[in-house]
């Protein structure tokens, strides 16, 4: 949501401190020392269990070799398994706190914490090679080799009556300090930095650095400054990549400005930058706080799961994915069975190498660093995102750079977060064709000041009686015209007259505890086992239909659209010119064509569309999901029931459901299915067999405790038991309501 809050927190709440170490491991964080105020220093441990937004003072045994830590301010705290590793800093000698006589520190502390919650104590492990010399306010990570399991941590910087820019690396496993040998330019000495791991690299921004130019160190108090350079080592290699240097020219803000004492954190493939010193103003005897956000995206995006089904209509289907984390927006495709017209004369506008830079709102998203390619930028009106649509609009380009550095603010809201028993249900403010056309992009989280909604949810804690309202846009259809009928059971198979065919059966959202969502599922239910037959009785032995491998040059992908969340409702999608269709296959990283230059076509009804989805962000289009397929229904069957209801009691539990929003004709009956456990689940996880476990016109039945000793519990997501209920016309079973109930 871009928002800042400040949580209530409770328990041994520590006093406010600067320079302290800081480790997060899960939902619970870690603070050691630190400076509580001028001339004295902690050497107190806090946890904070963020899940509960609870703090705890602990209290490690002593080493059995020594000392415990004596306060200090300025040190490493890095986290690797089970153990945090304390290196150096800076003590005050005197015990009087207005006379601070400091010493530079470079002892060595080993903490082994216990699992989910506490601390065993302190040890001084025994080690090898010759110590780093005393330093503070220098920077240690832990980087682990894909291909050799011996982590290492590195230190880099510092500062001991100079700066120092020497990199060290231990050898946690042997316990074996050394100077790994370096290539490239290595940064300047700084101070205040930080440094951060992500995939093979460690990041370097910021900090104090000399004030000459040559690096050369001065003792002489004002001779040093603020440095806004960023690097990286290469830690396979151990070789420096200078991204920006420090005598770098910034006229257009594009980069971070130069700051030190800031904070910095990877997620995922990105990296936040956030707030810090700008320099210090001898004459002012102050310095100045940053309040500025900035992230870089270091690589391209992973590819997302397969799109999923959540309803589908005659000429319109509703899709989710999975989302994939610290992404700008999704690029959706699809090819269909039926021939597609070309479109001619129109021609394809590719995207320049560049990001794209708003205007509005002081939110910008900035070029990477050199040396890449300056591109002057298209100025981009940003909405409030909650006023936008989820499809991005057509006039946006996606930035397809090797890096991209943005600037993000966000509002401050002083709120502590409660749980709430909450449903929701999203309305897509779409037109009739499903898209609402923009010129607001939705790519950026830009001045959110509340929680954006993105898919269906029903959240509903410890509650008996639980209940899901999906609208009438989330019922899905998963094809099954052909369904293996054993003893009740029912196996969906994906080959259909209606409906739509699947290849993988996934949840419709992610829940809280004990909830219930509904999605639909095509079913074709069954009272007899048979051949040949029609809607009421299916062939015992139809196998699932594979997508058959089909060259690159014989399939042709047309964009459905750019869209900000992981979800999408689908009734057209975007015509290619004619001279571009034989090489319409986009690949990661290519062009995304100017929408406003292309013509839609709409979906048919009964016609079989694939689709996949690739991720973006300020690298560009990443690679695409595998590749799902479903079918548009055909008109005249029933809607899917609705407002699905699961009441628990102590031997049963009771089903109850809604009518179809859309019947099409008269209902001549329902039947709802359990999920239960077989042995072709083992075979093939993502293909559910079902049990009927009502058939007639009341639109309620009762679960037997006996019937749920056999369910299968799904865990494509969250566990769940999961339940369908079709109703049927005269023209047979119409898609159904699938609904996972969490345990």
Known sequence: ?????????????????????????GTRILVFGGMVEYGRYSNDLYELQASRWLWKKVKPQAPSNGSPPCPRLGHSFSLYGNKCYLFG??????????????????????????????????????????????????????????????????????????????????????????????KGTVPLPRSLHTANVIGNKMYIFGGWVPQSAGGEISAHDGEWKCTGSFSYLNLDTTEWIGLISDCQEDKSNLFPGPRAGHCAVAVGTRLYIWSGRDGYRKAWNNQVCCKDLWYLDTEKPLAPSQVQLIRA???SFQ?????????????????????????????????PETSVLSSQGGCSLHQSPQPLPSIPYPELKVDHPSQTNNLIPNNVQVPLS?????????????????????????????????????????????????????????????????????????????????????????KTESSSTNGAVVKDETSLTTFNSKSEAAETAYIMPSTRVGTGQTNDSHSSKTPQRPVAPVKARD??????????????????FYLLPEETLNTSNKTEGADVPDYRLLKKQDLFPGTVYRFRVAAINGCGVGPFSKISEFKTCIPGFPGAPSTVKI?????????SWEPPASPSGNILEYSAYLAIRSTQLQE????????????????????????LSNAHVDYTSRPAIVFRISAKNERGYGPATQVRWLQ
Request: hydrophobic share 35%; with cysteine.
């Open 684 to 707: 093939n996880p993502t293909q559910l067999v079902f049990m009927r476990i009502y058939c007639g016109l009341k639109t309620s039945c009762i679960v037997t405790a006996a019937q």
């Open 647 to 655: 009441t628990k009691s102590v031997d049963c539990i009771h089903l």
């Open 319 to 351: 899709l989710k994915w999975d989302e994939v984390p610290t992404v700008e927006g999704y690029l959706l495709q699809l090819h269909a069975d039926s021939p597609v017209p070309p479109m001619a004369g129109i021609p394809v506008t590719g995207v």
């Open 1 to 25: 949501t871009n928002q800042w809050f400040l949580p209530a927190v409770r328990g041994d709440i520590p006093p406010g401190c600067a320079a302290h170490g800081f480790v997060c491991d």
């Open 555 to 572: 399939r042709r992908w047309y964009d459905v659209g750019i869209f900000k969340n992981n979800s999408a409702v689908v009734s057209q």
């Open 402 to 490: 090797s890096n991209s550095l943005l600037k993000v603010e966000g509002k401050e809201k002083v709120a502590a977060p409660e749980n709430k028993i909450t449903q929701e249900t999203v309305k897509n403010h779409t037109d009739a064709t499903g898209f609402k056309e923009s010129n607001a992009p939705s790519l950026l989280p830009v001045c959110t000041s509340s929680a954006q909604t993105s898919a269906n949810v029903g959240e509903l804690h410890d509650l008996d009686k639980q209940t899901v309202n999906p609208d009438a846009s989330v019922s899905s259809t998963v094809s099954s015209t052909q369904t293996m009928v054993t003893q009740q059971a029912v």
């Open 89 to 182: 800093g800076l003590a005050n000698e005197s015990e009087d706190s207005n006379n601070n006589v400091p010493r530079y520190l470079n002892d060595f502390y080993e903490l082994e914490l216990q699992h989910g919650s506490g601390v065993v104590g302190w040890s001084i492990p025994v080690t090898k090679g010759i110590l780093p010399s005393p330093r503070e306010s220098h920077t240690a990570i832990v980087y682990c080799r894909k291909d050799v399991g011996s982590p290492k941590m590195y230190i880099f910087g510092g500062m001991c009556g100079c700066r120092l820019n020497d990199l060290w690396e231990l050898d946690i496993e042997t316990m074996t300090w050394s100077r790994p040998e370096t």
């Open 313 to 315: 209509t005659t000429n």
